[in-house]
């Protein structure tokens, strides 16, 4: 499902860079950066320059996913 794939992503990126803000396993700075370049490009091919916007659309318009809104809030 195109929702979970952007949604696993994001986590995957997020745990990243607590990993390496804490850097508790002592990675060395370049191997650090080597792997983000690595993220960086397979964000960018995945969502960046994809040609059509499948992955952000599914993950916004899934009905399953929790949203940031209360229901009880009217839109008009």
Do not use: G, R, W
């Not at 370049?30 to 993220?39: F, K, L, R």
Request: aromatic residues 14%.
């Amino acid at each position: 499902m195109c929702t979970n794939i952007y949604l696993f992503f994001l986590a995957i990126v997020a745990q990243l860079k607590e990993i390496f803000s804490k850097n508790t396993i002592k990675l060395q700075l370049n191997t650090i950066e080597a792997i983000q370049a690595i993220t960086n490009k397979q964000f960018n091919e995945l969502i960046n320059n994809a040609p059509n916007d499948m992955y952000v659309t599914a993950f916004f318009l899934d009905p399953h996913k929790p949203t940031f809104y209360s229901k009880s809030t009217s839109l008009t």
